[in-house]
């Protein structure tokens, strides 16, 4: 029914940037907040960032005033500019998206997410 399909991981040196995108479709009706987890090995999956269909945004700590969320309504993506990349940012990024479905009455709202993207960050 509906697709999240993420780009641009990949291996960057410390202090690099790096720009994910992610890209939904299927039978959207409309989505309300879009957003990126992120998990590494043995931790939990954890915020990264958020923003609403009016352009809200929220950040996780660790990331504040280096990452920057954008998104495109029109074309239902979601982007992640990544900034002073520390090793420590080093995860697999999952993209999520809270959406109602098309096509169904009363419309339903359900929560998707991509298949992640490896980011690495080491010199």
């Known amino acids: 029914q509906v697709q999240l399909v993420e780009s641009g991981g990949g291996l960057v040196q410390p202090g690099g940037s790096l720009r994910l995108s992610c890209a939904a479709s299927g039978t959207i009706r409309s989505i309300n907040a879009m957003g990126w987890y992120r998990q590494a090995p043995g931790k939990q999956r954890e915020l990264v960032a958020v923003?609403?269909?009016?352009?809200?945004?929220n950040y996780g700590d660790s990331v504040k005033g280096r990452f920057t969320i954008s998104r495109d309504n029109a074309k239902n993506t979601v982007s992640l500019q990544m900034n002073s990349l520390k090793p420590e940012d080093t995860a697999v990024y999952y993209c999520?998206?809270?959406?109602?479905?098309?096509?169904?009455?009363?419309?339903?709202?359900?929560?998707?997410w991509g298949q992640g993207t490896q980011v690495t960050v080491s010199s």
């Open positions: 923003i609403t269909s009016d352009g809200r945004t």
């Open positions: 999520n998206a809270d959406l109602y479905l098309s096509r169904t009455y009363p419309p339903t709202r359900n929560d998707y």
